[in-house]
């Protein structure tokens, strides 16, 4: 079965986050107006077609209309700085001078995309008169602007093709476009940082402001007496209700009652703390003593983190503030993103088996998940209930965010397939996934690129538009397959 989220209470997210903002402008030269009526109009009608297109991706579009002078281009330079933008793009109707189209995008210093879309295939040669030709001679000018761009220092791609009916083109652009919306997301995100990391994981130790400077999140620091109250002051009917959630939502296994009302009552008190504090992520670790109160809060919270990174809140485990980055990202992305690491390697069948203790993202499995309830949290204290479920079968992406000796932030990417068959019945999540190298050369190369020892393990295949969303955040991105 597939997990519809939308049955969950929604995540609190705000308009930015959940679109984006695109600033859109044409080019064209005034001068061809009164030479050639209609044209302009006509160059209008496709600029509409691609803004039209653009909002169906779920963004919002500020639109500059056609920039065909020196002044409008200030106008425009104007409206986009002053528009909080995430992306440009530059659709080329006609021949322009490269002076008109620089000043747009100087004062927004924002990455550019040039959409250089011919309305036909190919022109008829021995009937087109110039007005015709210049309707369709995007491609003219695209190597004056290319040069003008690099020159100044613009970020800047180029997307050939035509206007209508090319799945490449509109694939490329659609990948931008959804690239710019996670780059939003990221930056105006928060994220609680919930106790401490686990103790000696070196590769997952990250200075907040290094992770602020490069994504924009702020990291909101908690407590775990935060927590505690907002568990406290959970009300008797919300408690009811997560545990009709889980009953609904799992198959349970060696759950006592005593179990599961804990986790119901810790799931009630998470949606609390997200709530007061408008968080959009969480990562958390807590030791605990003896049975402590804290121990005991750091056992129940699998239940509730699992329901909201299911509905777009990711929650990382082991206090890895990068690996919930990957997973707001891929999430964004429409990819799901689950807490995952490398659990063996399987030289029989070929695959990897990956997956992790804790929480997962619950809305990409195809099979009902199980809560199953465990005397014992390897390496972790205390007891309770735990999610156990794999990543549906089908192609899946692997996103790792590591920090290089720079301390640059770094994403490490890898498509692969997750099959059928069986898996650990421990109360973890893991999955069968399958990588062109096999799984010797993959955890090989994987491992050269310095990663953290976790990921985010997404469904479908989203590296290229992970590579684009590098380029708009200027975080260096590497294939390893």
């Known amino acids: 079965m597939s997990i519809d989220p939308s049955g969950l209470a929604p995540a609190k997210i705000d308009a930015a986050q959940s679109r984006g903002r695109v600033g859109v402008f044409g080019i064209g030269l005034a001068a061809y107006w009164p030479q050639f009526p209609g044209l302009r109009?006509?160059?209008?009608?496709?600029?509409?077609?691609?803004?039209?297109?653009?909002?169906?991706?779920?963004?919002?579009?500020?639109?500059?209309?056609?920039?065909?002078?020196?002044?409008?281009?200030?106008?425009?330079?104007?409206?986009?700085?002053?528009?909080?933008?995430?992306?440009?793009?530059?659709?080329?109707?006609?021949?322009?001078?490269?002076?008109?189209?620089?000043?747009?995008?100087?004062?927004?210093?924002?990455?550019?995309?040039?959409?250089?879309?011919?309305?036909?295939?190919?022109?008829?040669y021995e009937n087109v008169?110039?007005?015709?030709?210049?309707?369709?001679?995007?491609?003219?000018?695209?190597?004056?602007?290319?040069?003008?761009?690099?020159?100044?220092?613009?970020?800047?791609?180029?997307?050939?093709?035509t206007l209508r009916d090319d799945p490449e083109a509109?694939?490329?652009?659609?990948?931008?476009?959804?690239?710019?919306?996670?780059?939003?997301?990221?930056?105006?995100?928060?994220?609680?940082?919930?106790?401490?990391?686990?103790?000696?994981?070196?590769?997952?130790?990250?200075?907040?402001?290094?992770?602020?400077?490069?994504?924009?999140?702020?990291?909101?620091?908690?407590?775990?007496?935060?927590?505690?109250?907002?568990?406290?002051?959970?009300?008797?009917?919300?408690?009811?209700?997560?545990?009709?959630?889980?009953?609904?939502?799992?198959?349970?296994?060696?759950?006592?009652?005593?179990?599961?009302?804990?986790?119901?009552?810790?799931?009630?008190?998470?949606?609390?703390?997200?709530?007061?504090?408008s968080l959009n992520g969480l990562t958390y670790y807590y030791r605990g003593l003896d049975g402590n109160p804290y121990e005991r809060l750091g056992a129940g919270v699998i239940l509730g983190n699992s329901l909201l990174t299911a509905r777009g809140i990711p929650a990382s485990g082991e206090g890895d503030l990068k690996t919930c980055l990957a997973m707001m990202i891929l999430d964004r992305l429409g990819a799901g993103?689950?807490?995952?690491?490398?659990?063996?390697?399987?030289?029989?069948?070929?695959?990897?088996?990956?997956?992790?203790?804790?929480?997962?993202?619950?809305?990409?499995?195809?099979?009902?998940?199980?809560?199953?309830g465990l005397v014992l949290y390897h390496g972790k204290r205390g007891s309770g209930v735990s999610v156990e479920f794999n990543v549906k079968t089908g192609p899946v992406t692997l996103l790792a965010m590591t920090q290089t000796a720079e301390g640059s932030l770094k994403m490490i990417t890898a498509q692969g397939v997750s099959e059928p068959g069986p898996t650990m019945r421990i109360g973890n999540t893991n999955s069968r996934l399958r990588f062109p190298l096999g799984p010797r050369e993959f955890v090989n190369r994987w491992c050269a690129e310095g990663p953290t020892h976790h990921c985010a393990l997404g469904v479908g295949h989203v590296e290229r538009t992970i590579a684009k969303l590098g380029e708009l955040l200027q975080i260096p991105v590497v294939s390893v397959c």
């Open 129 to 161: 008169d110039t007005g015709e030709w210049l309707a369709n001679c995007s491609t003219c000018c695209v190597p004056e602007i290319s040069n003008a761009f690099a020159r100044a220092r613009v970020q800047f791609r180029v997307v050939s093709g």
């Open 337 to 372: 993103g689950s807490f995952t690491e490398f659990y063996a390697m399987d030289f029989r069948e070929n695959f990897v088996l990956m997956g992790h203790d804790g929480p997962g993202h619950l809305a990409i499995t195809d099979r009902k998940p199980v809560l199953r």
């Open 41 to 124: 109009e006509r160059l209008c009608g496709y600029q509409a077609e691609v803004e039209a297109h653009v909002a169906g991706l779920g963004l919002e579009v500020v639109s500059a209309g056609l920039v065909d002078s020196a002044t409008g281009a200030q106008d425009a330079a104007r409206l986009f700085a002053a528009s909080d933008l995430d992306l440009i793009l530059c659709y080329v109707g006609t021949y322009a001078t490269s002076s008109q189209v620089l000043p747009v995008v100087q004062r927004a210093k924002l990455p550019v995309l040039v959409l250089n879309l011919q309305p036909v295939q190919a022109l008829d």
């Open 170 to 277: 509109w694939g490329a652009i659609e990948e931008w476009c959804l690239a710019a919306r996670a780059a939003a997301a990221l930056r105006s995100s928060r994220i609680g940082f919930l106790g401490h990391t686990y103790p000696g994981m070196l590769d997952m130790y990250s200075d907040f402001t290094m992770v602020s400077a490069q994504t924009g999140a702020h990291i909101e620091i908690l407590e775990m007496c935060d927590l505690d109250r907002c568990v406290r002051e959970a009300a008797a009917e919300e408690v009811a209700d997560k545990s009709r959630v889980a009953r609904e939502m799992f198959t349970l296994e060696n759950v006592s009652e005593g179990d599961l009302e804990w986790a119901a009552r810790v799931a009630a008190g998470l949606d609390r703390l997200v709530a007061g504090f």
